[in-house]
């Protein structure tokens, strides 16, 4: 049995539903403190690549490719993919992401985990 996958943002007030909060960003988010960001992990390994979040620079027209080399990359890193799903086994799961837009990569990797518990 799984537990429940939900994505959110760090600028958003944590709830007692969000289970094991995940901070799924290689960089920390700006003006959050640790106190309040209230997380269990920050798993760098699971966030894309500098090089990659440089080049998406979160321009529409590129969200198509970004998604499938951000795949690519996760399927590289399957021990953070691992870390993860294990969290899940376990309990409830939020990827706490900073991106102030709905395309981004806790989305994407959302959809991968979801593609691996199935």
């Known amino acids: ?3 429940r996958l939900t994505t959110k943002r760090i600028y958003e007030g944590t709830s007692l539903d969000d ?8 960089l920390w988010p700006r003006g959050i403190s640790k106190e309040r960001a209230r997380l269990d992990l920050w798993l760098k390994d699971v966030a894309p690549s500098p090089e990659l979040r440089k080049w998406y620079g979160h321009d529409s027209a590129r969200w198509p490719e970004f998604r499938r080399r951000y ?5 590289l890193h ?11 086994r376990s309990g ?14 806790a989305s994407v990797l959302e959809s991968f985990l979801r593609e691996r518990m199935a």
Do not use: F, I
Not at 19 to 26: K, N, S
């Open 1 to 3: 049995m799984a537990g």
């Open 19 to 26: 289970g094991h909060r995940v901070l799924v960003e290689r």
């Open 71 to 75: 795949q690519v990359e996760l399927e």
């Open 78 to 88: 399957q021990e953070a993919v691992e870390q993860l799903l294990e969290l899940l």
């Open 92 to 105: 409830d799961v939020t990827l706490v992401y900073a991106a102030g837009t709905e395309r981004n990569s």
